[in-house]
Every structure is written in C-alpha cells, then in structure tokens.
C-alpha cells in the first residue's frame, strides 16, 4: 500500500513577499452594499485594469471585510498597481462609491487594528 | 499635500479634501491652467510665461507614429517650460473617465512624459483633477499613482506639493 506523504510546508525565503493592504469605501451618503457585490465589481475591475498575467503576479486575495472597510493581501511589488486599480472604480451596480487606501502592513495583525479603528 | 480640481470649492469640498489627506484644494480658477491639444498648440501654451500649468499634454495628441509614441511633448518643449517656469500636469480624472483600450494609451502617452520631464528637470504636478466631489481621491492614492506612471519617491512628493511661484506681470 502506498503512504500518503505530506507536502512540506515552502520555505520563508521561497513564498511569495506581501503585503495587506487596508481599504476603505465612501458611497457619498447612498446606501452601503454587500460586501459580496463589493468583492465581485472590485475582481472584475482590477482584472481589466492589471490584464491576467498582471492579476496573476499581483497574487490578489481578498482575507476579510464588509461593505465598507476591507484587508487585500498583495505582492509587495504590486502595492501600487493594485491601489489604483481600486482608485478607477467609481461604481458598485447603480451606486456612485469611490474606494480609498487607509493603510499598508506587512502584519496581518497591525493591518486588523487600522481595520478595526 | 495639495489638490487642483476643475469644480468650484466649497465647504463641502474643503471637508472632503482634509478627509482624503489634503492639506489644501485649489479650485482651477486660482491658477492659470491650459489644457493640453497639439503639438503646436501645447508649444504655445508652454512659451507664454503667463500659465502656471499645462494639464494633460497627451489629451489630443494624434495618432501614434511606427517608431515612437506620440505623447504632445517632446524635448524642445519640455526645456521651454523650465526656462518659462510652466509645470506639466497629469490629472486623474482624464484616466478614471475612460476605459479599455483608451485607458491603456493615456497611460502609456503619461509614462512618456514622465521620462521627459523627469530627464530635463520639468516641474511636474499631480492632482485629481476632479469634475465633482465623487472624482477626488486619496492623497496616498495620488502618489501611488504618480509611482506608477514612473516618478520615484522624491518626485511624487514634491509633485503633489507644487507650490506657484509669482509671476511678473508685464504692464503695458
């Protein structure tokens, strides 16, 4: 019978360097979305803004939010990309929302105390 | 930090504004900025010591050629606006407002400009350039911006803290 082996956990040096990215939205006195519909128009607009390959080496994951804050975990030399990306989205459905960077850690739990204040 | 933008600002703006990071918005009244057209046109607004900023020399700019990007500025004009003391503007709003294929090219034409300025020593400003309070953005995320389009850290900072020198009035 074949043992099942565990795959190693890679190596510090070998994972990809990145940074959590702590973002906040104004929808300018509407109504505040679902953080679903927030996720979806944010994926579909950074995917047309940085193409595929460039979406693929931001290494863009969404980790936690609501409506209105949120944390992206990105590759550190995307930071930049990825935050004006987010600056391009000026709707979310029929809503008028303007999206805005507050932080940048590379600790999730210093990026959670800015999200959380 | 400092923000140019094309409204009229009023309380509700000045709030906004110290929200975003801005320790002051300018509204384009209070300076004398030219919006960026042709070549010739651009070399024009570049040559008058009058104008504080030509905005977006890409704008109107024509069709690319085979061998180089055609991006409304070029060195000769890069060089007038140091000695005429005229800054280049890159306003956000031009690239939010458009999409696609003609987002990629504004950027494109923007990060060539960049190079020029950067390389003659140009004054350069970014800003958000907004029509209406929903347009402005972030003062961190204007200097991402500004990284992204090709400054480095110096210039992105001092591009979104231009200040405009007096200028002598000719009385005739």
Known sequence: MQKKTKLRVLRPTLREKKRYLVYSVDYFENKTLDYRDFKIKANHDLLKFLGEYGYNNAGVLFVKGSGKKGIIRVDRKYVDHVKVGLMCINKIGKQNAAVSCVGVSGNINKAEQVYTC | ?172
């Not at chain 2, 918005?25 to 104008?51: A, F, M, P, W, Y």
């Not at chain 2, 990007?69 to 939010?96: C, E, H, P, W, Y």
Request: aromatic share 4%.
């Open chain 2, 1 to 172: 930090m400092i923000d140019i933008v094309r409204c009229e600002v009023d309380d509700e703006i000045k709030s906004q504004g110290k929200k975003l990071g801005f320790s002051k918005v300018i509204t384009c009244g209070d300076l004398k900025i030219c919006e960026g057209e042709t070549e010739d046109k651009n070399r024009n607004h570049v040559s008058n010591k009058q104008n504080d900023v030509l905005m977006n020399p890409e704008l109107k700019s024509l069709k690319d050629k085979v061998h180089y990007r055609v991006s409304g500025l070029n060195q000769v004009l890069a060089k007038l606006a140091v000695t005429n003391d005229v800054a280049i503007g890159f306003g956000f709003s031009f690239v939010l407002n458009v999409a696609g294929v003609e987002r990629a090219r504004i950027l494109g034409r923007m990060r060539q400009n960049v190079k020029i300025c950067s390389k003659i020593g140009t004054k350069m400003v970014v800003c958000s350039y907004a029509n209406n309070i929903k347009e402005m953005r972030g003062s961190k995320d204007l200097l991402a911006f500004a990284r992204l389009i090709g400054m480095d850290g110096t210039e992105a900072k001092s591009a979104l803290n231009w200040k405009r020198n007096q200028k002598k009035v000719r009385l005739i």
